[in-house]
């Protein structure tokens, strides 16, 4: 509940400092908005919104309304599924720290695969992840400047994806290989669990981590990458 409070008063000071007369809402955990007061009354029903919030700022960049949305950060990836314009719900009981739950909750698949996975060559081969170096990536990725391989460098490597500013890491060639078709084959893997059957279905591509995903993937019907799609979360 503090932090919830802490949070809105700071939300709702910004706006005022900016001279902004907007009125904020929170998102639910089902997608849809709620008032400020309702919001500071019920804090649990926020607890789920930073993949519902991704979900719905990819239907209105996309202006689709039924596909899957995957959300690359730093450190993970989050499936979810669009219906009709919202996140569709988990059939399940969601456990929170534990504690079973009967919140509406939205139906994401979240594997350890980001910008900063870290990638390691080791005597059985390479690996990706699932640890990661997150939001410290401008400090310690290869092409940054740092010492830590990880996913971004690889697709920098393999003519994957272009970041202004900075060059392509040296990476040996084989490594860069194997690493850019394991992260393929997370991505794709991953995608077949989130979807209703074998038929290839529309992906949207979201998050800031979502340069480091190829431009085609198997089982998809068309991977839609929206103007401004790093910032789904925000929108």
């Known amino acids: 509940m503090q932090t919830l409070r802490q949070m809105a008063a700071g939300f709702v000071a910004a706006l005022r400092e900016r001279g902004i007369p907007a009125t904020p809402y929170f998102g639910q955990n089902d997608g849809t908005l709620m008032q400020l007061e309702y919001a500071l009354e019920f804090p649990v029903l926020t607890i789920g919104c930073g993949p519902t919030n991704s979900i719905r700022g990819a239907a209105h960049l996309s202006g689709a309304t039924d596909a899957l949305v995957v959300d690359i950060g730093g450190t993970t990836t989050d499936i979810g599924v669009l219906v009709d314009g919202f996140p569709r719900q988990s059939a399940h009981a969601v456990e929170i720290g534990g504690i079973r739950t009967n919140f509406r909750m939205p139906d994401v698949l979240s594997v350890g695969l980001g910008g900063g996975t870290i990638i390691r060559e080791t005597e059985s081969g390479t690996t990706v992840g699932p640890d990661s170096v997150g939001y410290r990536l401008p400090q310690e990725g290869l092409a940054f400047g740092g ?51 074998a038929a290839p279905v529309p992906v949207i591509l979201v998050g800031g981590g979502g340069i480091i995903a190829p431009t085609e993937l198997d089982g998809v019907a068309e991977l839609i990458r929206p103007d401004h799609f790093g910032a789904a979360n925000a929108v």
């Open 147 to 197: 010492s830590t391989l990880t996913a971004t460098d690889i697709a920098l490597a393999v003519g994957g994806a272009g970041i202004d500013g900075l060059e392509a890491p040296a990476v040996p060639e084989t490594v860069g290989a194997v690493a850019w078709s394991a992260m393929r084959e997370i991505l794709e893997d991953s995608i077949d669990r989130m979807k209703p059957n």
